[in-house]
């Protein structure tokens, strides 16, 4: 079933930005980091960054700069801010959680494909 609810995505121009959003269920309780992956066509999955409870970042080195993760606890939501896209941001972009103390227990979304072209 549906556990993380994601939003924002499309198509964007080079140059752009966009920001994604995603709503954890509220009975998913004891979160600890969240974060986004991305997969473009015919790669892997890569991680782009993630946000400790507390509020501490990391970035892959592609998206350093330009990317900004943040979180809002109360609200149970994390959030992906993109700035100066590149056509290789291309992919499709999917939100998880994991919990707290038991970090082998992980939440995904089903994803949002953000399109970065001419």
């Known amino acids: 079933q549906v556990q993380l609810v994601e939003s924002g995505g499309g198509l964007v121009q080079p140059g752009g930005s966009s920001r994604l959003s995603c709503v954890l269920s509220?009975?998913?309780?004891?979160?600890?980091?969240m974060g986004w992956h991305r997969q473009a066509p015919g790669k892997q999955r890569e991680l782009v960054a993630t946000?400790?409870?507390?509020?501490?970042?990391n970035y892959a080195d592609s998206v350093k700069g330009r990317f900004t993760i943040s979180r809002d606890n109360a609200k149970n939501t994390v959030y992906l801010q993109m700035n100066s896209l590149k056509p290789e941001d291309t992919a499709v972009y999917y939100c998880?959680?994991?919990?707290?103390?038991?970090?082998?227990?992980?939440?995904w979304g089903e994803g949002i494909l953000v399109t970065v072209s001419s």
């Open positions: 509220k009975n998913i309780l004891g979160i600890g980091t």
């Open positions: 998880n959680a994991r919990h707290d103390y038991y970090t082998h227990v992980e939440y």
């Open positions: 946000i400790t409870k507390v509020g501490s970042t």
